[in-house]
């Protein structure tokens, strides 16, 4: 992919999808390579199975440029819960995390803390806005907390945190655990201010799932034990029986078995793709997509409850109309696909998203309200 017009004319889908929050359809380039793999696969020749495994290199090789951080460090996952599983099991003390998290942040968490017999403890907050703010982590730190686990855009709510203050609230000891799925690829942030990144290349990266990646710091593997350390985060190379080597020093250690090569194919051609036009420019674009659809909103007197602020959001915009049942069944008939949940619509475009979705989503937001239902 070589401009960024090539990048923006490679989103084919269908005018209408405004759900990149909740999955990005898979990309021309993402599924002609997965179809590549498969055929390679299927051949059984060893060369052919093992261009196929070189996916893993790969994909570690483009997420690690993307976070501006070594090869090495980075592990490729089944989902980011996984990569969160490996982080919380082995952490100890007082981790901070919000309620309101996503729950890949807070169940794990929760499970993490019973696994260990509570040597892990979750320290709960409930913003009143669902917001984790410099201001409501410092109120709640204490000697015994270690860690902060935090979404770095609140899937709900939309609201980027800033990860420069929450590290100077948090100081340099503690850890700060970053849940990256709704910025990664499309927000650019010096993500080496934390100490764990995980996230996942099935929404942003239009790459689908099994896409799994966590990144450990030097810091974090100090101080994270690999309590879920598999076969293939031991010391060893290769197969070991008779034997149970130790987990690596690596971040190898935060494995569990060998990850399917046809999802570290797909992950390392979404990774791709992203840099080669950069992350900068996509944040840019998706930026102005966003503004439009808040502009939107706003002429059709709609609520907008996400942040308004570029600096605090990222791609998801949060509704709160008045008559959220009705939105909804207004937007599917337009076939306009965003989330509705509870008294919410997310609505999520992406840097790609065309003039036609943008048009589809306008008319719809203003026919709702005016349009009758005939009851037969
Ligand atoms: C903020 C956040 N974290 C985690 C997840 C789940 O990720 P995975 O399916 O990779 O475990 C989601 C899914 O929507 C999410 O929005």
Redesign the pocket.
């Known amino acids: 992919m070589s401009t960024f017009e090539d990048y923006v004319g490679s989103f084919d889908i269908e005018p209408g999808y405004l759900n990149w929050a909740?999955f990005g359809p898979l990309s021309p380039s993402v599924r002609a390579e997965v179809f590549a793999d498969a055929d390679l696969l299927g051949s059984g020749r060893p060369s052919s199975l093992a261009l196929v495994g070189e996916r893993i290199g790969q994909a570690q090789e483009y997420i690690a440029e993307l976070l501006g951080v070594t090869a090495e460090e980075v592990t490729l996952q089944p989902?980011?819960?996984h990569g969160l599983q490996h982080a919380l099991s082995g952490v100890s003390g007082a981790v901070i995390a919000s309620t309101a998290e996503?729950p890949?942040v807070s169940l794990t968490l929760e499970r993490a803390a019973t696994a260990s017999d509570h040597a892990v403890t979750p320290r709960w907050i409930t913003p009143a806005d669902g917001r984790v703010t410099p201001e409501v982590v410092a109120a709640a730190l204490d000697d015994d907390v270690t860690a902060l686990a935090v979404?770095h855009v609140d899937?709900r709510t939309g609201y980027r945190a800033d990860l420069a203050a929450l590290r100077d609230v948090l100081g340099p000891d503690r850890l700060l655990i970053v849940?990256a799925?709704?910025s990664f690829g499309v927000i650019d942030v010096e993500h080496t201010i934390a100490d764990v990144v995980v996230g996942?290349g099935y929404k942003w990266l239009r790459a689908g799932r099994g896409t799994?990646f966590a990144w450990f710091s030097a810091r974090a593997r100090e101080r994270i034990a690999p309590v879920l350390s598999g076969i293939t985060g031991t010391t060893a190379s290769g197969l070991v029986v008779d034997e149970r080597p130790p987990p690596a020093l690596s971040a190898r250690a935060y494995t569990v078995s060998m990850p399917d090569t046809l999802a570290a194919g797909r992950l390392a051609i979404g990774a791709r793709d992203v840099r080669d036009v950069g992350v900068a420019a996509i944040e840019e674009r998706l930026a102005a997509q966003v503004d439009a659809v808040i502009e939107t909103a706003d002429r059709h007197g709609i609520a907008v409850v996400s942040p308004r602020e570029r600096a605090e959001r990222a791609g998801i915009v949060a509704l709160a109309p008045e008559e959220p049942a009705r939105l909804a069944a207004t937007l599917a008939n337009a076939g306009v696909v965003v989330t509705a949940r509870g008294d919410s619509i997310r609505v999520a475009p992406h840097a790609g998203t065309d003039a036609d979705t943008l048009a589809l989503l306008d008319e719809a937001l203003g026919s709702s309200g005016r349009e009758s239902f005939i009851v037969p």
Request: charge should be negative.
């Open positions: 909740a989902s980011s819960t996503f890949s979404s899937f849940d799925v709704q996942h799994g």
